[in-house]
T-cell receptor, first 115, second 115 residues
Framework: DTGVSQNPRHKITKRGQNVTFRCDPI?????LYWYRQTLGQGPEFLTY????????KSRLLSDRFSAERPKGSFSTLEIQRTEQGDSAMYLC?????????????FGPGTRLTVL | AQSVSQHNHHVILSEAASLELGCNYS??????LFWYVQYPGQHLQLLLK??????LVKGIKGFEAEFIKSKFSFNLRKPSVQWSDTAEYFC?????????????FGGGTRVLVKP
């Protein structure tokens, strides 16, 4: 399977702990996106990368959140000092980045539960 | 900022019935429009997209959608549903501009097809 992969698929943590998620995009896709989805809602944009450059961040991305994409391949999303409100599904998507009408291909997501 | 609204949160229908899911967006400029589907236990998949040309777009699995610019709508239709169409459907839009093409999603519509 050469789709977008995310690890771990599930993460349970205690409030105040740090967590890190990984996303591996489709090979040679230049753009990588992070979204967050809470129960009963559609995904909400968090941030995106064009190769290794982080070009846009949502106001949803507080100072406790940081994302990286070293070398323009995989990406990590870290949440520091987790809060119960951070419980959500974190989705990663990638696209070729060649055209505005590009399709974004989504991974299976990482479900975070903060106790 | 753009927003997307999906009128129905839940739809229940029988096999062979026709399906129409409403989607309206708010943005005055040029947009690209998408319908994604999430089958139980699976990740988001693209059903169809519109970016230019014929406003009637055909997608996978017999789905189609019509872009009506004057109504800011992009409704999804299927003439005859099957039990396997049970899923959650998300409408999404991105703004046609050079810098970034993040998706803004609606809240989703859960469709249950009774056999």
């Amino acid at each position: 399977d050469t789709g977008v992969s995310q690890n771990p698929r599930h993460k349970i943590t205690k409030r105040g702990q740090n967590v890190t998620f990984r996303c591996d995009p489709i090979s040679e896709h230049n753009r990588l996106y992070w979204y967050r989805q809470t129960l009963g809602q559609g995904p909400e944009f968090l941030t995106y990368f064009q190769n290794e450059a982080q070009l846009e961040k949502s106001r949803l991305l507080s100072d406790r959140f940081s994302a990286e994409r070293p070398k323009g391949s995989f990406s990590t999303l870290e949440i520091q000092r987790t809060e119960q409100g951070d419980s959500a599904m974190y989705l990663c998507a990638s696209s070729p980045g060649l055209a505005i009408s590009d399709t974004q291909y989504f991974g299976p997501g990482t479900r975070l539960t903060v106790l | 900022a753009q927003s997307v609204s999906q009128h129905n949160h839940h739809v229940i229908l029988s096999e062979a019935a026709s399906l129409e899911l409403g989607c309206n967006y708010s943005y005055g400029g040029t947009v690209n429009l998408f319908w994604y589907v999430q089958y139980p236990g699976q990740h988001l998949q693209l059903l169809l997209k519109y970016f230019s040309g014929d406003p009637l777009v055909k997608g996978i699995k017999g789905f189609e959608a019509e872009f009506i610019k004057s109504k800011f709508s992009f409704n999804l239709r299927k003439p005859s549903v099957q039990w396997s169409d049970t899923a959650e459907y998300f409408c999404a839009v991105n703004v046609n501009k050079a810098a970034g093409n993040k998706l803004t999603f609606g809240g989703g519509t859960r469709v249950l097809v009774k056999p």
